[in-house]
């Protein structure tokens, strides 16, 4: 991925763990650290509305065709990083999921095993 695709990532990112209107520690350390990897400098975009579903699925869709399942994987990971999906989040995984041609049960099925995962014990 170049820098544009990179930074394009980390924008949807923040619309997924923004979607909800509140950002937790966890999905703060989980953006920061992907910044990092991504070695994305100093973001200048706006960042996306959590209700701007046209412009985050446009932005998903313009992805290279190859970076977007990564991409998609990355949102969820996002959303359930801090143990729980919201209403919002979920609203705009489904859209994203839908851009793309990913069937909601698949989609679904994904969030719940990483909720699965993500819980001490388990």
Do not use: H, W, Y
Request: aromatic share 4%.
């Amino acid at each position: 991925m170049d820098v544009e695709e990179r930074q394009k990532v980390c924008q949807l990112i923040e619309a997924v763990i923004s979607a909800d209107g509140v950002i937790a520690d966890a999905e703060r350390d989980f953006l920061r650290r992907v910044v990092e990897r991504f070695g994305v400098p100093e973001r200048e975009a706006v960042p996306f509305s959590a209700n701007d579903f046209g412009r985050t699925t446009q932005t998903l869709r313009g992805l290279a065709p190859d970076v977007q399942a990564r991409v998609m994987a990355l949102l969820v990971e996002a959303a359930v990083v801090d143990g729980k999906v919201e209403p919002e989040e979920r609203a705009l995984l489904l859209a994203s999921a839908a851009t793309l041609g990913i069937e909601a049960t698949a989609l679904e099925e994904r969030i719940a095993r990483r909720l699965r995962s993500s819980v001490p014990g388990v």
